[in-house]
Each structure stands twice: as C-alpha cells, then as structure tokens.
C-alpha cells in the first residue's frame, strides 16, 4: 500500500505528520519505507538525528535512491507492505506521479484563508490528474496544527472542505498546534517517545487508526 502526505503547498506540516505517522504504524508491517521527496529531506534529516543517538531507525529513502516506477510499483496496491510517502511542497512532475499512484492520499492544512487558497490550487491538480487518468482521485483533508480559539476559521474550512467533497474528504482526526511536535522533532523523537502522556501523541494515536481503517476497507 501506499499513503501520500500531499500538498502543492509546504508549510502544511506534511513531514511532522508523516514521521509521526510512520513510526506509530511500523509494527503492523515487515515492509515499511519512508519516501522522502521533500526538498528539505526532513525525514532524511530526523533518521540522521536518530542515528546518532543510537536510536531505532526506520528505513527512508529519496528520488535518487531509487528508480522510481520500478520502487513505487512494489507497493502499490499489496497490503502486506507500506509506503509513506512525504510529498514535495510543490507542483511536479515527481509529486504528480506519486499522487497518482498514491492508494491513500493525507492533506495537512491549517486554519486560515491562505490555506483555502491552496487547498484550491491543489484541487486543481486532483481535478487535472483525474481528468488525465479517468477516474476521480480523492483526497483526506487532515485539519492540522489547529488552534482550537480560531473557531469561526475552523467552521469556514470544514464547510470548505465539505462542500468540495468530489474530491476532498474531511477526515475526523484534528492536530491541534502542540508545542511536543516541534521539541520532539528536535531531538530525534517522536511525540509518543518525547512525552508518552501528552495529548499530541494521543492525536497522532488516533490518526493512525482512521488511517489503518482507510488501508483496510
């Protein structure tokens, strides 16, 4: 299988989520690779923080690691193996191939006008590449480093979403903006290593499971 954090936009929080991600679900799977196609390699980088600390590393690797039909076609569909990829905050070809073979695809953003503007743009893309391919590709819209005072923004966002929803999906999970997401990235930990009781290993906890229910159906 393969899940995407996708967005035409950086900044969302993409490679947070996915780290996070990927290593709350790895025990569930013999076969699970980090794809970093992230210009700013923050998944490369954290595997290099925890290396030097001596700590469990998953496998990650990048474009030019691989030859990429061949790597990504390995995963597709087969659920006995997983695939994160964290996408480019960017337009590409790379990212539009990735997109496209994507099984599952996550959308991070946040709460504001900004973020509806490129949620826009990134519909276009999905409207594009399923013109393209003939079918309708869908996307999970994650709300993520949500301040929960920014209500009536909230409000607007989810009727954005909803009323999209050709081609986006609201998913249930909310990460809220917590402070142990940006402490525990610098030092090589993930929230539920940095603080087993804080409420941003509890989010990610629940978002693994709604996206563990979306590999499985």
Do not use: W
Request: glycine letters at 6%.
């Amino acid at each position: 299988m393969i899940v995407l954090f996708g967005h035409q936009k950086g900044g969302v929080g993409k490679s947070t989520v996915a780290i996070n991600f990927a290593y709350q679900i790895q025990k569930k799977y013999k076969d699970l690779v980090l794809l970093d196609l992230d210009s700013q390699n923050s998944a490369i980088l954290f595997n290099q923080l925890r290396s030097s600390q001596n700590l469990e590393i998953i496998k990650c690797v990048r474009e030019e690691d691989i030859e990429f039909d061949t790597f990504i076609n390995k995963y597709s569909k087969n659920d006995k193996n997983l695939l994160i990829i964290d996408s480019g905050g960017y337009d590409s070809n790379i990212n539009r191939a990735a997109l496209v073979k994507a099984d599952i695809i996550i959308t991070p953003v946040g709460i504001s006008q900004i973020e509806i503007f490129g949620l826009q743009k990134f519909r276009k893309i999905l409207k594009e590449a399923s013109k393209a391919l003939g079918v309708t590709i869908k996307t999970n819209v994650l709300l993520n480093n949500v301040d929960s005072r920014s209500k009536n923004k909230l409000k607007d966002l989810k009727e954005y979403i909803k009323d999209k929803n050709a081609h986006f999906n609201l998913l249930e999970s909310v990460i809220h903006t917590r402070a142990d997401f940006k402490n525990s990235y610098g030092d090589g930990l993930t929230v539920k290593e940095y603080n087993k009781k804080g409420i941003a290993q509890e989010e990610i906890k629940e978002l693994t499971k709604e996206i563990y229910k979306l590999i499985n159906n």
